[in-house]
């Protein structure tokens, strides 16, 4: 057994070799941020972000696992693994000479559609993007915009709709080396997705934001391995379409902690007491991080487990972005 059921957990390098021996054959994924370290072997390939930590570690570790055993499943150079309920999976795409953002993005959304079809397990329901130099310019048009037109081609290629009953909850954050990564969960049955009232649906933005919209909705609920599982998209100071505040990174992480607020009053599920909250709190500049801790504590309680990180956002006028995850056992009346 795993001590926890289906989820997520947030260690230090200190804490992770005691804890991937207690959940052996249970880990889904390991993603490292910050100063890589050697992790022992566990039943998945761990995968490397290059995104300094804040707030004293050097590194942070977020683990998956599940109460069901896991089997690794690689396919087509993508590292996969599964419990029978998720499937987990990584992948990593150098760039070459000669290609862009546009290209990568498209052919990494390819692979992972093929690797969840050939696993039958076709719903995307989280998936996290990290690129070096997000927001520079590659041939006339910044990288991240590039990254949307790609992943809108495979969308297409692939025939699926970008619509609410197909689309993911996401991030899409710069790193500081590396190619493109992406590492994402996928289940049999479809979750269901939440928009946010104050805020336009992200497949819905005017052109103005690039050629083609990003495809993401704010928020995912599913029930997986008896948890109500509530994943919180990367969410930022956006009101609309538009980006609020410009410089006032105050406000901006204000404006945001509303925006997440939003989403979770939208789930019967999330009770403040109960359950357990994770968050990713991404900050443009390290300045400000105390700043954004306070507020995130102000908001959410001592309980709730956060990751601080500096990296770029990919909108270039957003200081901050945060994202969650919120677990919560069902209830036996509720089944
Ligand atoms: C926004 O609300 C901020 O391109 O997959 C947040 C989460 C953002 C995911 C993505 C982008 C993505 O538009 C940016």
Known sequence: MSEMGFGQDYLSPVGIEAYLRRNQGHVLGVIGFGRPVDLPPTSCTPLWVDIPVLGGADTSLEVWVSDAAVSPCDHDGIHGSSDGTVLFGSV???????????????????????????????????????????????????????????????????????????????????????????????????????????????????????????????????????????FISGTASI???????????????????????????????????????????????EEYWEMVATKVRAEFGDQVKVVYLHSNICRSDLLLEIEGAYFNEVEVSDE
Request: charge should be positive; glycine fraction near 8%; aromatic fraction near 10%.
């Open 239 to 285: 009101v609309g379409y538009e980006t609020v505040h410009h410089g006032d990174a105050e406000k901006q992480a204000a404006e945001t902690l509303l925006n997440i607020r939003t989403l979770l009053q939208q789930t019967p599920h999330y009770q403040p007491a109960q359950g357990r909250m994770l968050l990713k709190v991404y900050l443009r500049h």
């Open 92 to 230: 990593t795409l150098a760039q070459h000479a000669g290609e862009t953002m546009q290209s990568l993005a498209n052919q990494a959304y390819s692979r992972i559609f093929s690797f969840l079809d050939h696993h039958g397990f076709s719903h995307l329901l989280r998936v996290w993007h990290y690129f070096p130099q997000i927001n520079d310019d590659e041939h006339g048009l910044e990288r991240y915009r590039g990254f949307n037109v790609g992943r809108h081609e495979a969308f297409v290629a692939h025939g699926r709709s970008i619509s609410e009953e197909s689309v993911p909850a996401a991030s899409a954050l710069g790193s500081n080396s590396g190619s493109l990564t992406i590492y994402f969960m996928a289940a049999r049955q479809p979750g269901k997705a939440v928009e946010n009232p104050r805020q336009i649906s992200a497949y819905h933005y005017p052109q103005l934001f690039g050629p083609r919209s990003p495809i993401f909705v704010r928020a995912l609920s599913a029930t997986l391995a008896g948890q109500h599982c509530f």
